[in-house]
């Protein structure tokens, strides 16, 4: 039990398009996603914190208008990166929890690079 | 705010014991955890402790919390190839908070 799936796992893009990436919690109803970032070799940056039917909150330092979060239903979240720059590329995990204080489940990962 | 410290890397033989070790600032953190990350992979939740525990085992995992220190250590047990990867350790930010504050990982090699 327990599963979190991100869509793609790996994409390419262009500098200036938009790219949008799902993450799913396949088993179980998730009130709270969250989404990080990670760069090589270094630890994990949380980005943002959705709840179902509600505008996400964001970390200190990361432009709402830039990481577009949506969380449409109790089971996808979706991180979408608008006018992508190269600065942009790198590892985007999300994770799900029951609730916000509950053990959160984390996605596979989509990494991302652009050109 | 939270800091978590983990030292960078762990060599140790197949069949020897591993203790990673990570150090936290934050004392009224309530859960405390312990995730893997395989290469290109996302993190795999291993175990986690609730801060009012001293130890918790699961099967070769044994974890070790000292709230007065702030210390936290994972043990594994007869390591295992497979065990290599990198461990996180994260630590819930304040009593009631959803936010993770993680280390900055440990990279465990197993050598055959």
């Known amino acids: 039990g327990a599963v979190v799936s991100q869509h793609p796992s790996r994409v390419i893009c262009k500098s200036g398009t938009s790219v949008k990436i799902e993450c799913r919690s396949l088993?179980?109803?998730?009130?709270?996603m969250f989404w990080y970032r990670q760069f090589p070799k270094k630890s994990l940056m949380l980005m943002a914190t959705?709840?179902?039917?509600?505008?996400?909150?964001?970390e200190q330092g990361v432009e709402k208008d830039k990481f577009l979060i949506n969380h449409a239903s109790l089971t996808l979240s979706t991180l979408t990166v608008t006018s992508a720059h190269p600065e942009d590329s790198s590892f985007y995990i999300c994770?799900?929890?029951?609730?916000?204080?509950?053990?959160?489940?984390f996605g596979p990962g989509t990494r991302l690079t652009v050109l | 705010g939270e800091d978590v410290e983990q030292s960078l890397f762990l060599s140790v033989r197949e069949g020897d014991s591993s203790v990673i070790n990570c150090t936290y600032t934050?004392?009224?953190?309530?859960?405390l955890y312990w995730y893997k990350q395989e290469p290109g992979a996302g993190l795999q939740l291993l175990t986690y402790?609730?801060?009012?525990?001293d130890m918790k085992q699961d099967q070769r995992l044994t974890v070790l919390l000292n709230k007065k220190d702030k210390h936290l250590s994972l043990r594994i047990a007869d390591t295992q190839t497979g065990d290599s990867a990198i461990y996180f350790c994260?630590?819930?930010?304040?009593?009631?908070?959803?936010?993770?504050?993680f280390g900055s990982g440990t990279r465990l090699l197993v050598r055959p």
């Open positions: 934050d004392s009224s953190s309530t859960y």
């Open positions: 994770s799900a929890s029951v609730t916000d204080t509950d053990t959160q489940y």
């Open positions: 994260a630590a819930q930010v304040g009593d009631s908070s959803y936010k993770l504050i």
């Open positions: 402790i609730f801060s009012n525990m």
């Open positions: 088993d179980f109803q998730a009130t709270t």
């Open positions: 959705s709840n179902e039917g509600s505008k996400a909150t964001y």
